[in-house]
C-alpha cells in the first residue's frame, strides 16, 4: 500500500479528514485521530486496543510492531508496504466506531 492509498480507504469513512499530528500527516474523525504516519515515513500509527495490538504482532510481526514509545499506549504501528488493505480497513473502521460522533456513525448504514 501507499499512505495515499489509507487516505483513499479512510475517506470511505464518514466526516475523515487529513489533518496533522505530532507534525505528521494524520487522518481525524471530529478532530480524533484514527491513523497518523510515522516520522519514519515507512509505518502508520494507528489507535488499537492491547488484545489486538498483540493479536496482530504475533500473526504478522513483518507488519505489526510496536515502539518502547507506544508500549504503555493503546497504538500500534504498521509497515505501509505490508498491511493487507481489508486488514487496515477493519481497524480503521473499529477505531473510526470508537471515536466518531454518534451523528455520523448513524449515517455508516445508510451509505
Known amino acids: 500500500m501507499t499512505y495515499d492509498e489509507i487516505i483513499a480507504l479512510a475517506k470511505q469513512l464518514p466526516g475523515v479528514e487529513e489533518s496533522t499530528s505530532y507534525g505528521t500527516p494524520a487522518l481525524k474523525v471530529a478532530g480524533k485521530m484514527l491513523a497518523r504516519k510515522h516520522q519514519d515515513g515507512v509505518s502508520i ?7 489486538e495490538r498483540e493479536m496482530l504482532m504475533q500473526a504478522e510481526p513483518e507488519t505489526f510492531y510496536i515502539t518502547d514509545h507506544y508500549r504503555n499506549y493503546p497504538a500500534l504501528l504498521a509497515r505501509i508496504a505490508t498491511v493487507h488493505p481489508g486488514t487496515l480497513q477493519r481497524l480503521l473502521t473499529q477505531t473510526w466506531q470508537e471515536v466518531a460522533p454518534k451523528k455520523l456513525q448513524a449515517g455508516l448504514g445508510r451509505q
Not at 45 to 51: G, H, M, N, P, Y
Open 45 to 51: 500509527v494507528l489507535r488499537v486496543s492491547f488484545d
